[in-house]
């Protein structure tokens, strides 16, 4: 039965992608090391032609971000330095939404309100919460 290598910890592979290319160089045919690990026969002449360095494990890279640095450090500075009224909307208070919005509107780029969070994460910022005062209260109290 063959074993598909996506139901394997990243390191567990590495480890027999190195050894399946040990035992090749060894003298060993490629198809009964490949059989004794149950892979595809052909999987051992991808790894035969990868150097020590490119065996090893490595995390995906992901997709590439939608915001270049210099965009990001001109939408951090437009929120530091500015208030969402100041670029047309309504709210005194940044929300990903607004957000969202500018970057259409400044950058011709669509994000999500999910994208626009690991934005703010990524340059330290975080959302706030408007600070809230009872209209009551009485100064002289306090």
Known sequence: MKKDGRELDHKTLEHIRR???AR???G???SS???SFGFSRTS???WLGKTDKQLAAKKAAGPSRRLNKQQIRKLKSM???SDPRAHGFDSALWS???LSDLIKTKFDIVVSRVTVSKILRSEGLTPRKPLRRAY???PELI
């Open 96 to 98: 990903t939404r607004i």
């Open 44 to 46: 051992i002449y991808r």
């Open 19 to 21: 050894t399946a290319v």
């Open 136 to 138: 009551e209260r009485d």
């Open 24 to 26: 090749v160089k060894e």
């Open 28 to 30: 060993e045919s490629p």
């Open 79 to 81: 929120i530091l330095k």
């Open 33 to 35: 090391v490949m059989a």
